[in-house]
């Protein structure tokens, strides 16, 4: 284990939002790998997680990416760009420059970095055709930058399993436990670490849903969690405005 401490940066993808703890806070599969790392390395592993649901890429950046820096962990992952996809204001060209300069600079430190490619989620979200195409171009520009700067990547576009609607929680958005599972399985496998092999196991897909029934279901869906999501942008706040990072301090990881 050539890992002594690991920093995950990010939003809610490495929050851990929907997987939670008994508690009611989130675990997640940073939080899955933190714990199988620390087992490896022993009781001075030491973890941190900054990541903060809602945040856009220029905020992970100018809040996060600094604090990363000053800790000087030997492994870091990155994920960010997820919310600038979804906004109207998205622009590739830009993002996809600053990604490669922010990749550039957390392995400029010596650091490992870990890069994913996103799951695609767009077959039971709105918007398919608007943001299919974002998606794509993201996930283009994490792999060159990852190639370009030697960073390990984590491509969860290429798992079909995570077109299964059972990988997402009721929000269609964030992870459900199972996802978590079966990403933490695939950053523990990119780094060379043996995973839980049940992390990797995936309930069959449900059957179709009557095309009435199925409706009925969107209509919920959206009454709970889409209009919430518009209000929140009409009014120009975030689902993280009064969240913390969870893990602020690179200490002992104890789960």
């Known amino acids: 284990m050539r890992w002594r401490s690991y920093v995950a940066v990010g939003d809610s993808f490495t929050e851990g939002m929907d997987d939670p703890y008994p508690d009611g806070t989130f675990r997640g599969w940073a939080d899955l790998v933190a714990t199988r790392l620390a087992v490896e390395a022993g009781p001075d592993f030491g973890y941190a997680n900054l990541a903060i649901r809602g945040r856009l890429f220029p905020a992970v950046v100018a809040e996060q990416v600094p604090v990363v820096l000053d800790m000087k962990p030997d492994l870091i992952s990155f994920a960010a760009g997820g919310n600038d996809v979804l906004r109207r204001s998205f622009d590739p060209v830009t993002l996809a420059s600053r990604f490669d300069a922010v990749i550039g600079e957390l392995r400029a430190t010596g650091a490992d970095v870990l890069l994913f490619r996103f799951a695609d989620l767009t077959a039971h979200l709105p918007g398919q055709r608007l943001m299919g195409p974002r998606v794509q171009l993201v996930n283009r520009a994490v792999g060159e930058t990852a190639q370009r700067h030697g960073a390990m990547l984590v491509d969860l576009y290429a798992d079909d399993e995570f077109r299964n609607p059972l990988m997402w929680s009721v929000d269609r958005l964030h992870l459900s436990e199972i996802g978590h599972r079966r990403v933490a399985a695939h950053v523990l496998t990119a780094l060379g670490v043996d995973a839980d092999e049940d992390w990797l196991l995936v309930p069959p897909a449900p059957a179709p849903t ?28 975030s689902s993280g405005d009064t969240v913390t990072a969870k893990r602020p301090l690179l200490a002992p990881f104890t789960d």
């Open 210 to 237: 009557p095309w009435l029934a199925a409706r009925r279901a969107d209509l919920r869906w959206a009454g709970q969690h889409l209009a919430p999501w518009i209000r929140r942008r009409l009014t120009g706040r």
